[in-house]
T-cell receptor, first 114, second 113 residues
Framework: NAGVTQTPKFQVLKTGQSMTLQCAQD?????MYWYRQDPGMGLRLIYY???????DKGEVPNGYNVSRLNKREFSLRLESAAPSQTSVYFC?????????????FGPGTRLTVL | EDQVTQSPEALRLQEGESSSLNCSYT??????LFWYRQDPGKGPEFLFT???AGEEKEKERLKATLTKKESFLHITAPKPEDSATYLC??????????????FGRGTQLTVWP
């Protein structure tokens, strides 16, 4: 099992450009998440999808859109990139267990917006 | 407001020098507390889940404990390969936040030979 995979690994954009970050998981998990990680701050939730066909805003959703394409794939789109969106983006997936749902993370996408 | 605070921000240990990392939290209806390890340039790697006060879990040189207000990650006789950033996260159990993780900023651990 590859777990959670993300593409691309690195990306440089100019202000105003758009792009889509891709995420896929092969663990048959129902829930998927997008986080951003900035220096000196904890991981912050952008959007999540509790199950196929549903998406909800997290802590910092402004400037982003998401699509839950199917059970395996969850993409994050930046319509008009801004320098403030320079960050490392992580996708995660989880399955609700009897007590909690443990999230498993991908390797990340390092995005720079000039 | 749910909050997670980790201390210290950075910790340098000599190989074999045991120590502890702290994670204090305030959350409404704790469902679970998680510890992750993150190596430079990689995603967080799951280590432990703790569910209730008094619980302990161990993995090699690491032992995680939980009280009603905080968790400790004890590192016994660390080795250089234990160098990483250790992240703490809590999962609340109420309403629309169900399932969300709230992360601390992490403790960057360096173990030198």
């Amino acid at each position: 099992n590859a777990g959670v995979t993300q593409t691309p690994k690195f990306q440089v954009l100019k202000t105003g450009q758009s792009m889509t970050l891709q995420c896929a998981q092969d663990m048959n998990h129902n829930s998927m998440y997008w986080y951003r990680q900035d220096p000196g701050m904890g991981l912050r939730l952008i959007y999540y999808s509790a199950s196929e066909g549903t998406t909800d805003k997290g802590e910092v959703p402004n400037g982003y859109n998401v699509s839950r394409l199917n059970k395996r794939e969850f993409s994050l789109r930046l319509e008009s990139a801004a320098p403030s969106q320079t960050s490392v983006y992580f996708c995660a997936s989880s399955e609700l267990g009897p007590r909690v749902d443990t999230q498993y993370f991908g390797p990340g996408t390092r995005l720079t917006v000039l | 407001e749910d909050q997670v605070t980790q201390s210290p921000e950075a910790l340098r240990l000599q190989e074999g020098e045991s120590s502890s990392l702290n994670c204090s939290y305030t959350v409404s209806g704790l469902r679970g507390l998680f510890w992750y390890r993150q190596d430079p340039g990689k995603g967080p790697e799951f280590l432990f889940t703790l569910y209730s006060a008094g619980e302990e879990k161990e993995k090699e040189r690491l032992k995680a404990t939980l009280t009603k207000k905080e968790s400790f990650l004890h590192i016994t006789a660390p080795k250089p390969e234990d160098s990483a950033t250790y992240l703490c996260a809590v999962q609340a159990g109420r309403g629309s936040t169900l399932g969300r993780l709230y992360f601390g900023r992490g403790t960057q651990l360096t173990v030198w030979p």
